[in-house]
């Protein structure tokens, strides 16, 4: 991990790489610093543990949010899988699940276009940590009905957002 050449204050912008770990390290998540464009870090949900990854893309001034619940999906559910994900992805309003070919792994993805500057602010910063975490806390217990316990992905979703609903 590099270390941080200043430390920032909260009205502060930065680059978002910077901004990603400044928020991760605050947060006493484990964080490193994969490249000057790549941050990572681990935290705990309310189910399993994610891997947060940020990816700046400075071409299009664009950062890419990455939270990994450690899913994969067996080859024989990825029907399942994919009809779950139209039906989660189709009530989202920020991001949205996907399932990367390579590995099938599932993950959550956000793409936050920033402005011409390119710089992140401390509230941008926790929002889109904070809303990738709470959509995979969310959405986690239909995965688990789908890829573990064999029900349809109606049935699957239908009962994840009771129980969700009914959580105090």
């Known amino acids: 991990?590099?270390?941080?050449?200043?430390?920032?204050?909260?009205?502060?912008?930065?680059?978002?790489?910077?901004?990603?770990?400044?928020?991760?390290?605050?947060?006493?998540?484990?964080?490193?610093?994969?490249?000057e464009d790549e941050v990572s870090?681990?935290?705990q949900g309310s189910w399993t543990k994610y891997q947060?990854?940020?990816?700046?893309?400075?071409?299009?001034?664009?950062?890419?949010?990455?939270?990994?619940?450690?899913?994969?999906?067996?080859d024989d559910k990825i029907p399942q899988?994919?009809?779950?994900?139209?039906?989660i992805n189709e009530q989202m309003w920020m991001g949205h699940f996907d399932v990367w070919s390579n590995g099938n792994v599932l993950l959550y993805r956000h793409g936050a276009l920033l402005g011409d500057e390119g710089l992140l602010s401390i509230s941008q910063a926790q929002a889109l940590a904070e809303n990738a975490i709470e959509e995979c806390d969310r959405f986690y217990p239909a995965f688990q009905f789908v890829l573990w316990g064999d029900k349809s992905p109606r049935v699957a979703l239908d009962n994840a957002l009771v129980d969700a609903a009914g959580e105090a």
Do not use: H
Not at 65 to 73: A, F, K, T
């Open 52 to 74: 947060l990854r940020g990816i700046w893309r400075k071409e299009d001034n664009v950062l890419q949010l990455l939270c990994l619940p450690d899913i994969r999906v067996t």
């Open 41 to 43: 870090c681990e935290v």
């Open 81 to 87: 899988a994919y009809e779950l994900l139209a039906l």
């Open 1 to 35: 991990m590099r270390p941080r050449t200043q430390e920032l204050r909260s009205d502060d912008d930065a680059a978002p790489v910077d901004m990603l770990s400044a928020l991760f390290e605050a947060r006493g998540w484990p964080c490193e610093i994969i490249s």
